[in-house]
């Protein structure tokens, strides 16, 4: 069947008919995802953004002239969604993981947790899918506005112009948060991740590569000493064998930063070398 251009089913969408805008809106759900899923983690946080984003999108189809493509319209949307909803929280600490890790350590419930997803038949330790999670993590202690910035154009690749339009901000604002949230990123993967810096006081890539069974621990670890090696990877990382244990890292995660539980330095083995 011959596919209908997007202009014709933009001008069906906005006389009523829904089927053509859902046809339009599942052309970009893979690229919406993925960038909600890089801002906010949190799986169930990305569903309801994708969700209110769909509505909005939706009930507004007025407001698209055709000014830029119908894919950036769709993405500014989603990227302006999900920032409404990390400013409307509280920042994450940079040292989340450990927080985390230490916790986990020390409860039962929480290990027992990981523990079951990693005795999973299913999982397998891949580095590169934790190091993408361990990115948008760390990305959550950012001003939201300068991970949106890195997200746009570092991860999706998204040009300048086409980022600014989504963020709704000139050229040259957009350079100075791209070039702070760089500058950010550097400075703590530096002090946390052991993978970067030998200081650095995260191992949990260790930790849970060491929990699967030894024919599923994945290959070598990468180089990423440096931020754009590590933006190479999760540029093109995707879930896969880790994603029902990050499900839960990331629930448990934002439950203990909304009070600041846990202590930012090592003192446990779970998830870490504390």
Same mark, same amino acid.
């Given at each position: 069947?011959?596919?209908?251009?997007?202009?014709?089913? $933009?001008?069906?969408?906005?006389?009523?008919?829904?089927?053509?805008?859902?046809?339009?809106?599942?052309?970009?759900?893979?690229?919406?995802?993925? $960038?909600?899923?890089?801002?906010?983690?949190?799986? !169930?946080?990305?569903?309801?953004?994708?969700?209110? &984003?769909?509505?909005?999108?939706?009930?507004?189809?007025?407001?698209?002239?055709? !000014?830029?493509?119908?894919?950036? +319209?769709?993405?500014?949307?989603?990227?302006?969604?999900?920032?409404?909803?990390?400013?409307? *929280?509280?920042? +994450?600490? /940079?040292?989340?993981?450990?927080?985390?890790?230490?916790?986990?350590? *020390?409860?039962?419930?929480?290990?027992?947790?990981?523990?079951?997803?990693?005795? /999973?038949?299913?999982?397998?330790?891949?580095?590169?899918?934790?190091?993408?999670?361990?990115?948008?993590?760390? *990305?959550?202690?950012?001003?939201?506005?300068?991970?949106?910035?890195?997200?746009?154009?570092?991860?999706? !690749?998204?040009?300048?112009?086409? /980022?600014? &339009?989504?963020?709704?901000?000139?050229?040259?604002?957009?350079?100075?948060?791209?070039?702070?949230?760089?500058?950010?990123?550097?400075?703590?993967?530096?002090?946390?991740?052991?993978?970067?810096?030998? &200081?650095?006081?995260?191992?949990?890539?260790?930790?849970?590569?060491?929990?699967?069974?030894?024919?599923?621990?994945? *290959?070598?670890?990468?180089?990423?000493?440096?931020?754009?090696?590590?933006?190479?990877?999760?540029?093109?990382?995707?879930?896969?064998?880790?994603?029902?244990?990050?499900?839960?890292?990331?629930?448990?995660?934002?439950?203990?930063?909304?009070?600041?539980?846990?202590?930012?330095?090592?003192?446990?083995?779970?998830?870490?070398?504390?």
């Amino acid at each position: 069947m011959q596919q209908q251009p997007a202009e014709e089913l $933009v001008e069906r969408a906005r006389q009523g008919d829904r089927a053509a805008f859902d046809r339009l809106a599942a052309a970009h759900l893979p690229r919406l995802r993925s $960038v909600v899923r890089r801002l906010v983690g949190v799986v !169930e946080d990305g569903d309801d953004i994708l969700q209110d &984003t769909l509505v909005k999108a939706w009930r507004g189809l007025d407001g698209f002239r055709g !000014e830029s493509a119908f894919s950036t +319209w769709l993405t500014a949307i989603a990227t302006r969604t999900a920032l409404d909803h990390l400013r409307a *929280g509280k920042r +994450w600490r /940079a040292e989340a993981q450990v927080a985390y890790a230490n916790l986990c350590y *020390g409860s039962e419930e929480l290990s027992g947790e990981v523990m079951a997803a990693a005795s /999973a038949p299913d999982f397998a330790f891949e580095v590169r899918e934790h190091v993408a999670y361990c990115f948008a993590c760390v *990305g959550r202690s950012l001003p939201p506005d300068e991970m949106a910035a890195l997200v746009l154009r570092d991860v999706m !690749e998204l040009s300048a112009r086409e /980022a600014s &339009t989504v963020l709704g901000t000139s050229d040259s604002v957009l350079r100075h948060r791209l070039s702070a949230a760089r500058q950010a990123m550097t400075e703590r993967f530096e002090g946390l991740c052991s993978l970067v810096s030998k &200081t650095g006081i995260c191992h949990q890539c260790k930790g849970l590569q060491m929990l699967a069974v030894e024919d599923r621990r994945g *290959g070598p670890f990468p180089d990423v000493s440096s931020v754009a090696d590590r933006i190479a990877i999760v540029r093109a990382a995707e879930p896969g064998s880790m994603e029902a244990l990050h499900a839960i890292f990331w629930r448990r995660t934002a439950e203990i930063e909304v009070e600041g539980l846990g202590a930012t330095t090592p003192d446990s083995g779970c998830g870490t070398d504390g």
